[in-house]
């Protein structure tokens, strides 16, 4: 069974769409994240919601909108996408936040020509 | 706010050497301190954690990171590479709150 699974994998997309990620965890951990991870590696947290409320919103162009329907799924929605949000997304979950180990999913891999 | 430094950007090392990974944090108290590896085209998986006892801690694959409050260290390392080990490697550290990674450190394997 795994453990945090997002879909799509992979999303090509043009300049200016609109799209979302889905991220959905059974681990039954209450706090959930979205990292970006850029071309050098670079992971940078986004958001983070914890029991469905958002605790974590990082300096993040408006564009970015993340839905936590329940505690086990997080969504991304990104808003007339720019060429700059290509990056991998990845979603976590954890069962306490800033203590215990994090669980990613396989990443998102956005590609905006 | 919390840092933490990864000072090697690259690491290349023959299989069969040893390895050394640094990584150093900033936090008043004692932090959760993690390292976790990333293979090609995957998301991130835990290699080892310490949140308090004994300062030296056993991970999966054959990996020890120790932890030196004097220093704000917390290295990792491994005896003997093998060509698998090649990946990035991110240490980070949680504060109660949040958690905070490094830049990361890629790791070659020259056979």
């Known amino acids: 069974d795994t453990a945090v699974s997002q879909t799509p994998k992979y999303l090509v997309t043009q300049m200016g769409n609109d799209k979302s990620i889905k991220c959905e965890q059974n681990l039954g951990h209450d706090t959930m994240y979205w990292y970006k991870q850029d071309s050098k590696k670079f992971l940078k947290i986004m958001f983070s919601y914890n029991n469905k409320e958002l605790i974590i919103n990082e300096t993040v162009p408006n564009r970015f909108s993340p839905k936590s329907p329940d505690k086990a799924h997080l969504n991304l929605h990104i808003n007339s996408l720019e060429l700059g949000d290509s990056a991998v997304y990845f979603c976590?979950?954890?069962?306490?936040?800033?203590?215990?180990?994090?669980?990613f999913g396989p990443g998102t891999r956005l590609t905006v020509t | 706010a919390q840092s933490v430094t990864q000072p090697d950007i690259h690491i290349t090392v023959s299989e069969g050497a040893s390895l050394e990974l640094r990584c150093n944090y900033s936090y008043g108290a004692t932090p959760y301190l993690f390292w976790y590896v990333q293979s090609p085209g995957q998301g991130l998986q835990l290699l080892l954690k310490?949140?308090?006892?004994?300062?030296l801690v056993q991970g999966i694959k054959g990996f020890e990171a120790e932890f030196k409050r004097s220093q704000s260290s917390f290295n990792l390392r491994k005896p003997s590479v093998h060509w698998s080990d090649a990946a990035e490697y991110f240490c980070?550290?949680?504060?109660?709150?949040?958690?905070?990674f490094g830049t990361g450190t890629s790791l070659t394997v020259i056979p």
């Open positions: 310490y949140f308090s006892g004994d300062t």
């Open positions: 980070a550290v949680g504060d109660g709150n949040q958690f905070y």
């Open positions: 976590a979950s954890t069962r306490t936040p800033g203590v215990g180990e994090q669980y």
